[in-house]
């Protein structure tokens, strides 16, 4: 499976491109474009990878994606009633006079801070997802007026974005090298509850395992086994949130840890809380409503 270097039919008549989907599913491919991105999810579930880094997202979530930073949307299930998402895309290039009025510069900032991808918090969603909603229905200058505002707002009410690279952002990987970590991240989505060798991933990407830790060290600036438990726990916390056990030993065996002390010391890492206290946390969030015996 190729890794895509996306390109996106242009509109002559307006600097930002909508795209909205209604589909079975999420585009299932890591890709890259040179647009800038803004993404709100209306429906759907299931797990992002920006750049290096990998979470579950869900309705209501926003993020910030960079020109030229791959990213996939990976949804839970095929088989749920689909997704619903708005994007907007923009090339900078084209914005840059306008961003380098002097009335621009807090706008200018929080793009620049944004470029290696961003979520919005959750306190902020709900204007944010207005003004995407009013650039979908608008078209011409109103269209661009309502994307200033975004981050105009972004820029005075919002001081703890989410980042999404963890600090390190690598833009125009190789088309070879990208093709190497779609295949290692696909095959992982797909076999995260098996038990996964660095032996089988190299082999999927076509080097020796020693090449292997090093490239994929050099271009997620994480192990590769961080990942693969980034993405287990991730599906740990769905099958809570879900419900979807009668005990918590359930979970560890069945999201590919092979003991119930590893599964707790790797989502305590992660999570910083242990699995029980994960659980009583969404239960008192979630009370009256009833969650499976803690056990």
């Not at 907007?88 to 290696?116: A, Q, R, Y």
């Not at 809380?273 to 409503?289: G, V």
């Amino acid at each position: 499976m190729k890794a895509i270097n996306f390109v996106l039919q242009s509109a002559s008549d307006n600097s930002i491109i909508v795209q909205e989907d209604l589909l079975p599913k999420f585009y299932n491919y890591l890709h890259y474009h040179k647009e800038y991105q803004i993404t709100l999810i209306i429906k759907g579930e299931g797990n992002v990878i920006v750049g290096n880094y990998n979470q579950s997202f869900k309705a209501g979530d926003i993020y910030f994606i960079g020109p030229n930073q791959p990213h996939i949307f990976n949804s839970v299930n095929a088989e749920s009633d689909g997704i619903h998402a708005v994007h907007l895309f923009f090339d900078l290039d084209k914005l840059t006079n306008l961003l380098n009025l002097p009335e621009m510069e807090g706008v200018k900032k929080i793009i620049e801070s944004s470029l290696k991808g961003l979520q919005v918090p959750a306190k902020q969603r709900f204007l944010i997802s207005e003004y995407i909603l009013n650039i979908k229905k608008s078209d011409g200058l109103d269209r661009l007026i309502n994307l200033i505002k975004i981050f105009q707002y972004c820029e005075k009410n919002i001081k703890d974005f989410k980042s999404l690279s963890t600090g390190f952002v690598k833009h125009n990987i190789p088309e070879t090298e990208n093709f190497r970590l779609n295949e290692v991240h696909q095959y992982t989505l797909e076999h995260y509850c098996e038990d996964i060798s660095l032996e089988k991933v190299a082999s999927i990407a076509c080097i020796t395992l020693h090449a292997f830790c090093k490239f994929y060290k050099k271009h997620t600036r994480k192990t590769y086994y961080t990942f693969l438990n980034e993405v287990r726990i991730n599906e740990a916390c769905k099958k809570i949130i879900n419900s979807d056990f009668e005990h918590l030993s359930d979970i560890a065996y069945a999201t590919g840890f092979n003991s119930i002390i590893t599964f707790n010391r790797v989502f305590k890492k992660i999570t910083a809380m242990s699995p029980r206290d994960y659980l009583r946390l969404y239960r008192f969030k979630q009370s009256p409503y009833h969650l499976p015996k803690v056990g």
